[in-house]
């Protein structure tokens, strides 16, 4: 998962795009990167760390331009070691382009191999993003009649990718001395929005990974860009969109309501901030059947993404509510540290328990979700520690089971805590009293109650079914292997329903 912006102005971007990044921190803490163009040049600055730590005021002045593009950087396919495969990216051939993925591809391998193989091109880094550029830019290529390009086409090469790619990806690109194009995936899988402001300059365009990243910096939300939809940005601000799809079908992740987006976010026209409130609904009804409300004297939120969930579920089932952790805001976001050894450590910094809201009392924890159990594991035992009597848990999300092939870091089954386990077992594993879980029907319906348009979601990771359809057993074998776990016996099943 990462966040992308890119700005198309008739003022300096870098700033623009500089806050926006800081927006979109949530979505990536491995690396930041900024690439702006100006005077027939681009001119690019990444590297490892916060977007805060990345760029000094030597860096920023380094970016002159109108027009830009930036992203926050989680590592998923490649290696989070090397800056070479932070993002952007940048080919000469053709016109000139630089490039920034959210997503994975899950063809690469098959790709990089047709790269080098038939259309010449050589691919330098392990990153599939590298591999989707210079896919766009072979077809861009060929697209172009005489050399020179219009916006047929740019359409007609984004036409091209999607023929070709496979899996996830929502793209921004620069295209030297034409403008900017945009486009996201026939299903979706991952959101990109578009809004505009008028400087007094003229109309400035912006497109991002969320619409917080819009309104943050003083933009309107426009829309989201449809799957399959190509949208370009000329020199002049000319907007013109296409559908670039024969079949486009809407399937965005789930999890990005789950956890990923910012609760001031609007995603495909849903609030996440009311799609994680409806959460807490549906849990409470499963709460309600799976344990003794009786038995529990209070319900504490894991902040900060579980918070609106515990909420409406503590006021569904008249329950107290209470805040029992605080958040140290300067450690980031555990799912998203690379490494267990990190996540593990990291716990007990972000989280600190108020003993006399544990001391003797029955406590119900609501988390957004559990993945590898670590993080669950941790909080029970620090609410232990400060005195509650018991402690039971409850997941926003269902059962965790299956690898994330579309760009959450969840690739083997044996990473995920409820891998062949049943909610008993979990329970134990983590060390509560008792454990719920969200269905996976209900979690969907919490947010189809907010745009009853989307029928269908990316929900891979509790179900095992992969939209794209190209996901088998020995893709997921060699997924583990790539990572240097020896998968377990049976754990390869990718059509099973597991609600």
């Not at 003083?218 to 940005?233: M, S, Y």
């Not at 009786?294 to 939120?301: L, R, S, Y």
């Not at 359809?469 to 016996?489: N, T």
Request: with cysteine; charged share 20%.
């Amino acid at each position: 998962m990462c966040g992308i912006v890119g700005v198309a102005a008739q003022t300096p971007v870098n700033q623009l795009i500089y806050d926006s990044l800081l927006l979109l921190q949530h979505r990536g803490q491995d690396a930041a990167g900024i690439a702006t163009s100006h005077e027939q040049f681009f001119n690019m600055y990444k590297a490892h760390g916060l977007v805060r730590d990345v760029f000094r005021t030597r860096n920023m002045r380094a970016l002159p331009g109108c027009s830009g593009l930036g992203q926050v950087r989680y590592p998923t396919a490649g290696s989070s070691d090397s800056v070479d495969e932070a993002q952007p990216f940048y080919v000469n051939a053709p016109f000139g382009i630089t490039f920034v993925h959210n997503g994975n591809l899950t063809n690469w391998r098959e790709l990089r191999e047709e790269l080098f193989r038939i259309d010449r091109r050589h691919i330098n880094t392990n990153s599939d993003s590298e591999v989707l550029l210079n896919v766009f830019a072979h077809e861009l290529h060929l697209a172009a009649s005489g050399g020179s390009l219009d916006e047929d086409a740019i359409f007609k090469a984004v036409a091209s990718v999607h023929r070709r790619a496979k899996g996830a990806y929502a793209v921004i690109a620069q295209i030297a001395n034409y403008g900017m194009v945009a486009f996201r995936d026939p299903h979706g899988i991952r959101p990109l929005c578009m809004g505009s402001n008028d400087s007094g300059q003229g109309v400035e365009w912006m497109v991002a990974s969320e619409s917080v990243a819009l309104t943050g910096c003083g933009f309107t939300l426009e829309r989201d860009i449809a799957p399959g939809e190509a949208v370009f940005i000329d020199l002049d601000g000319k907007v013109s969109s296409r559908q670039c799809a024969p079949a486009p079908v809407h399937t965005p992740c789930v999890f990005e309501y789950v956890y990923f987006a910012r609760p001031d976010s609007l995603m495909d026209g849903v609030s996440i901030y009311d799609a994680r409130l409806n959460m807490g609904e549906y849990l409470g009804d499963n709460v309600a059947k799976s344990l003794r409300l009786g038995d529990i004297d209070v319900v504490m939120p894991i902040p900060d993404s579980s918070r609106p969930s515990a909420m409406q579920l503590a006021a569904r089932l008249n329950l107290s509510y209470r805040e029992g952790f605080i958040k140290n805001r300067y450690i980031g976001r555990t799912f998203i540290m690379p490494g267990q050894a990190v996540r593990k450590k990291s716990v007990r910094q972000k989280l600190s328990a108020i003993d006399m809201e544990f001391r003797g009392k029955n406590v119900l924890l609501v988390d957004d979700s559990i993945v590898r159990g670590t993080t669950s594991r941790e909080i029970v035992d620090m609410a232990r520690a400060a005195g509650a009597n018991k402690v039971y848990f409850a997941s926003a999300a269902p059962a965790v089971r299956f690898p994330n092939v579309y760009g959450i870091d969840m690739p083997t089954q044996t990473e995920l805590i409820a891998t062949g386990r049943d909610t008993n077992d979990v329970a134990r594993e983590i060390g509560a009293d008792g454990l719920v879980y969200q269905a996976l029907h209900d979690l969907e319906q919490s947010i189809r109650d907010l745009n009853p348009a989307m029928s269908q979601f990316e929900s891979s990771c509790f179900n095992g079914q992969y939209i794209t359809g190209d996901i088998d057993a020995a893709y997921l074998e060699r997924l583990s292997a790539s990572r240097g776990v020896k998968p377990q016996a049976g754990e390869m099943s990718t059509s099973e329903d597991e609600e």
